[in-house]
């Protein structure tokens, strides 16, 4: 089956001459206001959609969480990429229906990553079955197969370290990946040498104090996601605004209003609100305006 549509325009965004910067949102509020900001897709985070009702992380929590999400965001304007971990499951044929169903609610893409539920690396092989099967049942879908070689420290000489990384990457490639994923990766020579040995796009998790997304475009990366940052950041945005009230501080930083806030769900029911207008200046604007 040849992608057409959604599929093949998220998968044309890995073919540009500059790559392709994944915002990751966990909400339907969040996933919006940063489409706004003129992204044509957005990711989610596994981080955020788990610590938002109190799961885990990599643990296989949040099966149910990421598909109402999905079912959430599949309708809006932008293409969607779902995280989901490890497939829920280690059945590939259950790895695949899940996938199926991401499809049918409007997925155009799906993250899946090798690291196990005991936190270290799995089989290698069984990812790869996992690849197999979602390209079986949800042919259309863009697989970002992610290995966690060195998103774990893996402790294992550079040399050592790297030739399991090209392995894994290898077999995923085989089993059908429309493109590969190395979280924890910000050396420029080692990330030029995988894109080089590697026939699909490569992404590239970006680290404040790693290369630019610039930078990574000139080493031929072709996909730049920000993962949980944008969650995090929110987080310690919110702390820092509570710790400037308690002191009897004015907050700093800019927030939208209570208004535009409640317009974003508005709009995907297609409602309208006073606000409306104040809502379109914020969204458009390439920084929230202030309350």
Aim: aromatic share 6%; glycine share 12%; hydrophobic share 45%.
């Amino acid at each position: 089956m040849t992608p057409s549509g959604p599929v093949s325009a998220f998968a044309a965004l890995h073919h540009r001459d500059e790559p392709l910067l994944l915002p990751n949102a966990w909400d339907h509020a969040s996933a919006v206001a940063l489409a706004a900001q003129g992204f044509a897709a957005i990711g989610t985070t596994s981080l955020g959609v788990a610590a938002a009702v109190g799961l885990p992380d990599g643990a296989a929590a949040t099966r149910d969480q990421t598909l109402q999400l999905a079912l959430n965001l599949g309708t809006e304007d932008f293409l969607l990429s779902v995280d989901a971990e490890g497939g829920f499951s280690e059945d590939p044929c259950r790895v695949g229906e899940f996938a199926r169903e991401l499809s049918v609610v409007g997925a155009v893409g799906v993250n899946l990553e090798d690291g196990n539920q005991e936190g270290g690396l799995g089989s290698a092989a069984l990812h790869a079955e996992k690849i197999a099967a979602v390209k079986a049942a949800a042919p259309g879908l863009f697989v970002n197969a992610r290995t966690d070689t060195h998103w774990l420290g893996d402790r294992r000489s550079p040399a050592a370290l790297a030739r399991d990384t090209m392995a894994r990457l290898d077999a995923y490639q085989q089993a059908g990946a429309d493109g590969v994923f190395v979280p924890g990766l910000t050396d420029p020579e080692l990330i030029g040498a995988l894109v080089e040995r590697l026939d699909v796009p490569l992404n590239i998790l970006y680290s404040p104090t790693g290369p630019t997304v610039a930078q990574l475009g000139d080493l031929g990366v072709r996909r730049v996601s920000l993962g949980s940052l944008l969650y995090r950041r929110a987080l310690g945005a919110a702390v820092e605004a509570l710790g400037d009230i308690r002191a009897g501080r004015v907050p700093r930083g800019e927030a939208p209003s209570y208004d535009e806030v409640v317009a974003l769900g508005h709009q995907r029911h297609g409602f309208t609100t006073p606000a409306s207008a104040s809502v379109r200046a914020w969204i458009s604007s390439p920084g929230p305006v202030s309350p």
